[in-house]
Structure formats: structure tokens, C-alpha cells
């Protein structure tokens, strides 16, 4: 599988490493995400079996899978990982022109890699999603971004809207 990297490629500095548990905390979002966006059972057996664990990878790589195993660079290519504590809104986070989610340099999350992010592009490729342009399924992630899955097909505009919710910094998953 296609690896993804940082898109400015290695930090110049060097973050400190997370830990399993900092992952731990993270994949439960994740899991609840893709959960959100509509999956059959066995698409949801599938993801909560998948391994994930930490470990150096080379370059400017952030996470790599197979269909059973993910892993996630230790310390984000340098640039440390941005653990969220409060995965379900994006306060860190403000949108821009774009209509992306960036965090300003009073944020806790500037210059860092969403962890959250990345685990839920992992989990897209153990769904059988490939890399598109841009967007969660991108190849690569700009640091300071927080990127949520959008689901094109059929279904789209109830998942649009579930997640522009979650923009909006409403949390309908603990309703
Ligand atoms: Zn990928």
C-alpha cells in the first residue's frame, strides 16, 4: 500500500515520540467516524480488527497499511503528533478560505500532524479506499490540518451533512 508522507516532507526538528495509549485514545474516535458514515457489520468487524501500532518509519512517512496491520510513524516525520482530547469537535481547528480545517498559531495543534486524521485514512485504505487527490484519502497531510472522511456515493448527503454538523462543532455521535 501507498504510504502517506508529510507534504513539506521531514521536520527540521524533532518532536517527541507518543505512545501506544496516546494511539489507543485516538482509534476509539476513529472507529466511531467511519462507524457514523454508514458502514455494514462486516465492514465495522472489519476496522476494529485491524492492528495498529507505532513505530519509526522512514522519510516523511506518517502511516503505511495492509489489509490487517497499520502503522504510524512515532513522532509524525519530526513534526510530533497532535493527540486530541476532544476528538469529536475541532476546536483546535478554524476553517479557512478553502473550507479547510487549520489551526492558528494559538492552537495547541499548530505545527503538529492530527493524529486522528491519519488513523482514519488507514482505516480507509483497510475499507478498500485508494488515494484520491486530496482530501482524507490524500497522499499526503499538511501539518496544523484536520481532515474528516467524506463518503461519495449514494449516501453522501446524509454523511455530508452528519459531518458538516461536526464542523460546526455540534457532536451528534454522543447525543
Ligand atoms: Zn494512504
Known amino acids: ?29 476513529a472507529l466511531s467516524y467511519w462507524a457514523a458514515s454508514g458502514l455494514t457489520e462486516d465492514q465495522l468487524s472489519l476496522i476494529e480488527s485491524v492492528n495498529f501500532a507505532l513505530t519509526d518509519l522512514p522519510d516523511a512517512t506518517l502511516g503505511a497499511a495492509t489489509s490487517t496491520r497499520v502503522l504510524i510513524d512515532i513522532n509524525a516525520a519530526g513534526y510530533g503528533w497532535f493527540v486530541d482530547d476532544t476528538p469529536f469537535d475541532s476546536s483546535e481547528y478554524s476553517l479557512d478560505a478553502n473550507g479547510n480545517l487549520v489551526a492558528d498559531e494559538s492552537s495547541t495543534a499548530f505545527g503538529r500532524m492530527n493524529l486522528l486524521s491519519v488513523v482514519m485514512h488507514e482505516l480507509g485504505h483497510t475499507l478498500g479506499y485508494d488515494h484520491d487527490e486530496d482530501g482524507l484519502m490524500g497522499d499526503s497531510l499538511n501539518d496544523s490540518q484536520r481532515l474528516l472522511p467524506v463518503i461519495d456515493d449514494a449516501e453522501a448527503s446524509s454523511i455530508d451533512d452528519f459531518f458538516s454538523s461536526l464542523v460546526d462543532g455540534e457532536n451528534p455521535l454522543l447525543d
Do not use: K
Open 1 to 29: 500500500m501507498f504510504p502517506l508522507v508529510a507534504a513539506e516532507g521531514v521536520s527540521s526538528t524533532v518532536a517527541p515520540s507518543i505512545t501506544q495509549a496516546d494511539l489507543d485514545s485516538v482509534l476509539d474516535a
